[in-house]
């Protein structure tokens, strides 16, 4: 699918928002950027929890303060916008890269079984509280905003505009999609396997949520770079999702709607979306629900 996004970007000139918007009925149109926004508040919510549960660990930072911090990410969004999009992709590459070494060298630490990795792979589903999780890892990694993006991006790039020069185009984006996707298919699993190497294996079922697990890496890894690393971990992929939600919000508000904000004010009602309901639950319910929302 993110191929096929890619290659409508490129032979048609258009992404997925504004070719929509010449093909289908203005009511169709308005539901579909009405589902593309819910997508894009619903990931930056899972952002800004993580980036003030990354806060909170490395810093001692209290939630509710790393929650309102977020909010200011939006100034260094608008000066990596100034300085053209390559200065922004080699931002997201630097911070996805981060986070790829940060868990690498966790899953180095862990020592997981390699077998068992493989048994992995097939889905077992024993209960609807697993079913539920799953949904949640599915819905975590397949954002669809990324489709209307990519989209959009693939025409920034440099190609004759012939049918040679947009078949090549197809053929190496299609290359690029394959190493992007596996290695986010490898920080997922990084993430899973490392919690069942370390937990699971050690017998602590109790580590139920991000903070717990956090506070058991050092003593169990034995040494205190796991939970560094996983914080800045956090942090980066907080970053890097960010940068993605606001190029998309753009994207999708043009392209179904026709209608132009600047980015700063169209990044701060994105974040604001996000933002009131991650404030007011952990105002109200306390940090400890802060996982309950994230998988919700």
Same mark, same amino acid.
């Given at each position: 699918v993110q191929s096929?996004?890619?290659?409508?970007?490129?032979?048609?000139?258009?992404?997925?928002?504004?070719?929509?918007?010449?093909?289908?009925?203005?009511?169709?149109?308005?539901?579909?950027?009405?589902?593309?926004?819910?997508?894009?508040?619903?990931? $930056?919510?899972?952002?800004?929890?993580?980036?003030?549960?990354g806060l909170k660990l490395l810093f001692g930072l209290n939630m509710l303060i790393?929650?309102?911090?977020?909010?200011?990410?939006?100034?260094?969004?608008?000066?990596?916008?100034?300085?053209?999009?390559?200065?922004?992709?080699?931002?997201?590459?630097?911070?996805?890269?981060?986070?790829?070494?940060?868990?690498?060298?966790?899953?180095?630490?862990?020592?997981?079984?390699?077998?068992?990795?493989?048994s992995?792979?097939?889905?077992?589903?024993?209960d609807s509280q697993a079913l539920y999780l799953a949904i949640g890892i599915i819905g975590a990694t397949v954002m669809p905003h990324n489709l209307y993006l990519h989209s959009s991006l693939v025409q920034t790039r440099r190609f004759a505009k012939d049918d040679d020069g947009k078949s090549k185009a197809?053929?190496?984006?299609?290359?690029?999609?394959?190493?992007a996707l596996n290695l986010a298919l490898f920080v997922n699993a990084a993430i899973l396997i490392l919690?069942?190497?370390?937990?699971?294996?050690?017998?602590?079922?109790?580590?139920? $949520?991000?903070?717990?697990?956090?506070?058991?890496?050092?003593?169990l890894l034995g040494t205190i770079l796991a939970p560094l690393l996983f914080g800045i971990a956090l942090i980066a992929s907080g970053q890097s999702s960010t940068l993605t939600g606001t190029l998309t919000g753009q994207i999708v508000m043009e392209g179904y709607l026709n209608i132009r904000l600047s980015p700063w004010l169209r990044r701060l009602i994105t974040r604001l979306l996000a933002v009131i309901p991650a404030?007011?639950?952990?105002?109200?319910?306390?940090?400890?629900?802060?996982?309950?929302?994230?998988?919700?």
């Amino acid at each position: 699918v993110q191929s096929h996004s890619a290659r409508l970007g490129i032979v048609t000139g258009k992404d997925i928002a504004q070719f929509s918007r010449g093909y289908y009925f203005r009511w169709h149109n308005f539901v579909y950027w009405v589902l593309a926004e819910i997508a894009i508040a619903a990931t $930056d919510l899972a952002e800004i929890l993580g980036m003030a549960i990354g806060l909170k660990l490395l810093f001692g930072l209290n939630m509710l303060i790393g929650v309102t911090l977020s909010l200011f990410d939006t100034l260094i969004i608008m000066y990596l916008v100034k300085r053209g999009m390559r200065s922004m992709e080699a931002v997201i590459i630097a911070l996805i890269s981060v986070i790829g070494i940060s868990f690498s060298i966790e899953l180095f630490l862990s020592k997981p079984n390699f077998p068992e990795i493989l048994s992995g792979v097939i889905p077992i589903i024993p209960d609807s509280q697993a079913l539920y999780l799953a949904i949640g890892i599915i819905g975590a990694t397949v954002m669809p905003h990324n489709l209307y993006l990519h989209s959009s991006l693939v025409q920034t790039r440099r190609f004759a505009k012939d049918d040679d020069g947009k078949s090549k185009a197809i053929k190496y984006n299609f290359l690029d999609t394959v190493i992007a996707l596996n290695l986010a298919l490898f920080v997922n699993a990084a993430i899973l396997i490392l919690a069942a190497s370390t937990f699971h294996k050690t017998g602590h079922y109790e580590v139920e $949520d991000i903070q717990n697990a956090h506070k058991m890496l050092a003593p169990l890894l034995g040494t205190i770079l796991a939970p560094l690393l996983f914080g800045i971990a956090l942090i980066a992929s907080g970053q890097s999702s960010t940068l993605t939600g606001t190029l998309t919000g753009q994207i999708v508000m043009e392209g179904y709607l026709n209608i132009r904000l600047s980015p700063w004010l169209r990044r701060l009602i994105t974040r604001l979306l996000a933002v009131i309901p991650a404030f007011f639950t952990i105002l109200i319910a306390g940090e400890g629900k802060s996982g309950s929302l994230l998988i919700l």
